[in-house]
């Protein structure tokens, strides 16, 4: 497994959590790793990604100013802040060759981890 998630868990509304993504194997500076979450019944859908070279940032329009992406050596980091009950879903972690906002550009993914926020 190349990429693990962890850091999920419950919290209330307002409150924060931070997600990790362990990357394992060989990054190239023009990949991206990307967060994606899936609720009960729905799609998988985009939330941020981060280019693995230049460190530039991509977001969801649903989580601009609460979320950030970030990576140190080789772990990518989602601080989520402000935390709603609709963002309760799996997140999972993944690693594109180049920049993807679809599940289909990303080829390798974590296991998922279980994000609940309560109201």
């Known amino acids: 497994v190349q990429l693990q998630a962890s850091g999920g868990g419950l919290v209330q509304a307002g409150g924060s959590l931070r997600l990790s993504c362990a990357v394992g194997g060989r990054t190239f500076s023009s990949a991206a790793v990307g967060w994606f979450r899936q609720a009960p019944g729905k799609e998988r859908d985009f939330v941020a990604a981060i280019r693995w070279g230049r460190r530039s940032t991509y977001y969801a329009d649903a989580v601009k100013g609460r979320f950030t992406i970030s990576r140190d050596y080789n772990t990518v980091y989602l601080q989520m802040n402000s935390l709603k009950p609709e963002d309760t879903a799996v997140y999972y972690c993944?690693?594109?060759?180049?920049?993807?906002?679809?599940?289909?550009?990303?080829?390798?993914w974590g296991q998922g981890t279980l994000v609940t926020v309560s109201s």
């Open positions: 993944a690693r594109c060759a180049d920049l993807g906002y679809a599940p289909a550009d990303y080829k390798e």
